[in-house]
């Protein structure tokens, strides 16, 4: 069965702090994805990133990066110099490869970035 | 915005009665999947519909029923509703089942029920 763990319930920083958040995922499948998803308080979720699982190239996109290591199922995210507008509860989430484009979320963890 | 729509926005109804969520997909996309997000948890997969057909299935009861039409909006219907059905409903679309193709989620319907 796949499973997604976020350990960090909540984080609070103070604006300008790096964070990194989380995720440890557990599945059979040799071939698979991992997301990570923003959800402001609005609820709608806002796609960040997708990695496959042949595809181990930490990623920068801006002030966000991700650590993607198979070695120990995880799929760390990291922002730089946070800012208030990041405040939001983010998930990590896994999905085989094949059949339905069924997400397992793991159970998020909210930020909060203090001015 | 992500182009995906839902009605209603909130929604309070009574335990036994029965609902029905809409979800209108963004233009082109073909694949609708629904979500259950009760408060302070994850979203839980519930089912996924695919050119109107039926493409996959979480583990909730037959109670919890869809539809998805020509023009690909879908449906959520939920019979004999629990208390524990309180939650936020997301639908999300994409183009095909592709895991390359990005879903796009819709803001969410939150259901209440006492």
């Known amino acids: 069965a796949q499973k997604v763990t976020q350990a960090q319930t909540e984080i609070s920083v103070v604006e300008k702090e790096d964070v990194t958040l989380d995720c440890v995922y557990e599945?059979?499948?040799?071939?698979?994805?991992l997301f990570w998803y923003k959800q402001p308080p609005s609820g709608e979720l806002v796609f960040l990133i997708r990695?496959?699982?042949?595809?181990?190239q930490n990623e920068i996109s801006g002030r966000y990066s991700w650590n993607f290591q198979k070695s120990t199922s995880s799929f760390n995210f990291t922002i730089t110099a946070s800012q208030v507008v990041d405040s939001a509860v983010y998930f990590c989430?896994?999905?085989?490869?094949?059949?339905?484009?069924?997400?397992?979320f793991g159970q998020g963890t909210r930020l909060t970035i203090n001015p | 915005e992500t182009g995906v729509t839902q009605s209603p926005t909130h929604l309070i109804k009574t335990r036994g009665q029965q609902v029905t969520l809409r979800c209108s997909s963004q233009s082109g996309h073909n694949t609708v999947s629904w979500y259950q997000q009760a408060l302070g948890q994850g979203p839980q997969f519930i089912f996924q519909y695919y050119r109107e057909e039926e493409n996959g299935r979480g583990n909730f009861p037959p109670r919890f029923s869809g539809l998805q039409f020509p023009n690909y909006s879908s449906e959520l219907n939920v019979n004999a509703l629990e208390l524990d059905d309180s939650a936020l409903y997301l639908c999300?679309?994409?183009?095909?089942?592709?895991?390359?193709?990005?879903?796009?989620f819709g803001p969410g319907t939150r259901l209440t029920v006492l």
């Open positions: 989430a896994l999905s085989e490869a094949w059949g339905a484009q069924k997400l397992v």
């Open positions: 990695r496959n699982s042949f595809d181990e």
């Open positions: 999300a679309s994409s183009l095909e089942t592709n895991r390359d193709n990005e879903q796009f």
């Open positions: 599945t059979r499948d040799t071939t698979y994805y």
